[in-house]
């Protein structure tokens, strides 16, 4: 008997590979056409939010006889739609916002890393990793406040990068299970 860990069958593999080849084309429009990319984001982004929020309100509705809690749930279900309309009506002003979002959460999260290397385990000596890793966070918070398109740009090139890679292991993987079934 093969294990699943040696082999894919026939409609596993080729689902790798469709993965794979999506993934590395998502990766080359991350990296040629950024923007495109950006607006893709941004509108799942939109779509969950709006989605997310409807079923919110839908089981927040359901529940209200039941669950003591239903009202916090309708709020963020309204929330989630209002947010979800807005981003799709605004994708450039909630491109900027997500990333002054995650400038602010780089420098909160760096100035408190900063801080335990210093009061972690009686002093800097034990804990100086994690000094250097608030330093690296907190100047890549202020780079991104200091120049939100390049931010913008940077993480694009990032997830990119990233989704060719994954790409090229999926349809690699793809092919290893076809070498094992073969053995």
Do not use: C, K
Not at 58 to 64: D, M, P, S, T
Not at 78 to 94: D, K, Q, R, S
Not at 95 to 120: D, K, N, P, S, Y
């Amino acid at each position: 008997m093969i294990s699943t860990e040696r082999y894919l069958g026939h409609h596993a593999r080729w689902a790798l590979i469709a993965r794979g080849v999506l993934s590395i084309i998502w990766g080359i429009i991350a990296l040629v056409v950024p923007g495109i990319a950006l607006l893709a984001f941004i509108y799942v982004f939109a779509a969950y939010a709006l989605i997310d929020g409807i079923v919110a309100v839908i089981w927040a509705i359901q529940e209200r006889d039941i669950a003591p809690h239903w009202i916090a749930l309708l709020i963020e279900g309204i929330a989630g739609i209002i947010v979800g309309i807005l981003a799709f009506a605004w994708p450039g002003e909630t491109a900027i916002v997500l990333l002054f979002l995650v400038a602010f959460w780089a420098i909160i999260t760096g100035i408190l890393e900063i801080v335990t290397a210093f009061v972690a385990r009686g002093g800097f000596g034990h804990e100086w990793l994690l000094g250097i890793a608030g330093i690296v966070s907190v100047i890549f918070g202020l780079v991104l406040l200091l120049n939100p398109i390049a931010g913008l740009l940077a993480v694009l090139w990032v997830v990119g990068i990233y989704a060719i890679i994954f790409g090229v292991l999926l349809i690699v993987r793809a092919f290893q299970s076809r070498s094992a079934a073969v053995i």
